[in-house]
């Protein structure tokens, strides 16, 4: 598992900083976002460190089915699949992206309205 000198997702990943882990497997662990913008916030991130501008190697790119899968039993479980969500990810710091290892959002658990 890559591990970047302070990136706190990557101390998140290796159980350094406690968490609301919702799911996970051992490329995968997503929890529950401590500042939620949604009744259902949860962050999908992957346990080794992927830069977030999108600077993908091989094996990032073959963990990014796995993020959509794990998004999809997320939802199922937080009661939000069928009622609707976002998948959000958000790149640079433009974006309001906070920390730089790739991470995916899910929102919902109320009308979230246009964007």
Do not use: W, Y
Not at 37 to 59: E, F, G
Not at 62 to 81: H, N, S, V, W
């Amino acid at each position: 598992m890559g591990n970047v000198e302070g990136c706190i997702f990557c101390q998140i990943a290796q159980g350094k900083i406690p968490s609301d882990v919702v799911f996970e497997t051992d490329k995968l662990i997503a929890f529950r976002d401590i500042h939620p913008k949604s009744p259902v916030h949860i962050l999908i991130i992957p346990k080794n460190h992927v830069n977030a501008r999108l600077d993908l190697t091989q094996q990032d790119v073959e963990t990014l089915p796995e993020i959509f899968l794990a998004a999809k039993e997320i939802t199922r479980k937080e009661g939000i699949g069928e009622r609707g969500f976002r998948l959000i990810a958000n790149v640079g710091p433009e974006s309001g992206q906070e920390v730089d290892h790739l991470h995916f959002h899910i929102l919902g658990g109320k009308r979230l309205g246009p964007m």
